[in-house]
């Protein structure tokens, strides 16, 4: 039985896997298909909470969109017990390729409720989860652990070790603890890793640009690398550019939209460092997507962009999610860097 996603890190023809992160409020189809165009092999969906999914259609059909070109596709669940997580997955599989559990979410609602990094104290349950669904899934579905590091090499080794023998598809380390914010990623950590199992790794924390990525595939050895913040900021990322290609902004403005809030957002990101400040400043405050379009074909002498998105939005439709708090008080974006910091705070 073929598996896409194991093909694709036993593909001698890719020198390395590139993937795009789950990112809560970001890694939405649209985005997905944007950065599909730009070279990303694999690609996740936010964390979905499993609780929620399990209990109601109308947070499924919220938390979670795809169409047949979204492939291959993982989605990433919340979960701090194994039957929520195999409720979830036997739910959502025949829509996706794998299931990923996150273990590295730092946030404190998250700690406190026993989800994210609260599991690396609990690999018991980690273990549960991923043993009891690989006994009830298709072989040609992957289950999936992302973590973050513990602070000691050895030990988080051991921990991977662990959750291999239970029987992970694979796993993506994110090089940092889960106290740590901006700290510098533990290569070596994630390197000893990818040397001590025998299952893919994918590499995440910090990746800037694809010369990077080629670096940290190359120091660890990692069959995978997995970018967040970066690939949010230049979609062209794995493609080889250093900034968001004008090709990227104008297929963004191609892509069927439902919600102004997220594709003005994107934009936001995007064109960062692409605009002057004073250009900035009056495109992170525009407040439909007639002006967002106008403004962009102007700047970037795009042209024939279609028209049906010039009309997104009109009514602003900025629902943020169901399961998290806001990250912004009002429409006001003054600088990209006013949202980094709150995502920072909430995720790095
Ligand atoms: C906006 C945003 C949302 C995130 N949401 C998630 C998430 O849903 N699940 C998850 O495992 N990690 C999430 N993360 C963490 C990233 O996946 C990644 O592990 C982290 O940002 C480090 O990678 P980077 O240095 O490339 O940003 C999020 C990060 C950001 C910036």
Redesign the pocket.
């Known amino acids: 039985m073929t598996n896409s996603v194991l093909d694709l890190f036993n593909n001698e023809n890719l020198a390395f896997v590139k993937v795009c ?7 939405k189809l649209q985005y997905r298909k944007l950065v599909r165009m730009y070279d990303c092999n694999l690609c ?4 979905i909470m499993a609780d929620s999914y399990i209990k109601s259609p109308k947070a499924r059909n919220h938390e979670f969109q795809t169409d047949d070109e979204d492939r291959p596709l993982i989605v ?1 669940f ?1 979960a701090n017990n194994s039957t929520d997580f195999i409720s979830a997955s036997e739910l959502i599989i025949p829509h996706c390729d794998g299931v ?1 559990l ?4 730092p946030q404190k609602w998250a700690l406190q409720d026993g989800y ?1 990094a609260h599991l690396l104290k609990n690999p018991e349950i980690i273990k549960d989860c991923v043993s009891q669904l690989r006994n009830r899934l298709p072989l040609n579905k992957t289950i999936s652990v ?1 973590l ?1 590091i513990l602070n000691n090499n050895r030990e988080s080794v051991d921990l991977c070790r662990q959750i291999e023998a239970a029987g992970v598809s694979f796993i ?1 380390v ?1 090089g ?1 603890t889960p106290l740590q914010k901006k700290d510098p ?1 533990n290569l070596e950590c994630i390197k000893l890793i990818n040397d001590s199992v025998n299952i893919p790794v994918i590499f ?4 800037k640009n694809l010369s990077d990525a080629i670096f940290k595939h190359n120091f660890t050895g990692c069959r995978g690398v ?7 900021h230049n979609p062209g990322l794995f493609a080889g550019y250093d900034f968001t290609p004008v090709s990227a902004i104008e297929n963004w403005l191609k892509i069927q939209h439902t919600n102004f809030f997220w594709f003005h957002h994107h934009l936001v990101f995007m064109c960062e460092h692409l605009l002057i400040k004073k250009d900035r400043i009056i495109f992170n405050n525009l407040k439909n997507a007639n002006d967002v379009v106008s403004f962009l074909e102007e700047k970037f002498d795009i042209k024939n962009v279609l028209s049906s998105n010039r009309t997104l939005g009109k009514k602003l439709s900025a629902t943020p999610g169901t399961y998290y708090q806001s ?1 912004t008080s009002n429409e006001s974006i003054q600088e990209t860097a006013d949202l ?1 910091d709150e ?2 705070s ?3």
Not at 21 to 27: H, I, N, Q
Not at 102 to 105: A, K, L, Q, S, V
């Open positions: 992160a789950p990112m809560v409020r970001y890694s996740f969906t936010p964390m990433q919340g990923d996150n273990c590295g979410c994210g992302k973050r993506t994110h940092r990623v995440n924390g910090g990746i997995m970018s967040a913040t970066s690939i949010l990250i980094v995502l920072s909430l995720f790095c």
